[in-house]
């Protein structure tokens, strides 16, 4: 199974929808709370070239914001980014 990474804040409501849908359709992830760790945060925006959060990961793929996460889920490209082939 493809390693899901979620970078986000307790107090971000697009974090927690973005987890919420996670849970919903079963899919494992971990979770880095940037606001905990504030050095994560820089790894982050290395990784992603964004501020915001939530950012997510699919393995070293940047599937985006929680608008990109649904977008990915509507379009049937979550599916292919989680089937392991």
Known sequence: ?????????????YCFAAKRMLKQQDITFDE?????KP??????????GRFTV???FINDYHVGGYDDLME???????DSLLTVV
């Not at 990915?72 to 979550?78: A, D, F, V």
């Open 32 to 36: 880095i709370r940037v606001d905990k």
């Open 39 to 48: 050095n994560l945060k820089q790894e982050m925006i290395t990784k992603s």
């Open 1 to 13: 199974m493809p390693k899901v990474t979620l970078y986000g804040t307790l107090l971000c409501p």
């Open 72 to 78: 990915h889920s509507r379009s049937g490209k979550l």
């Open 54 to 56: 939530p950012q997510i």
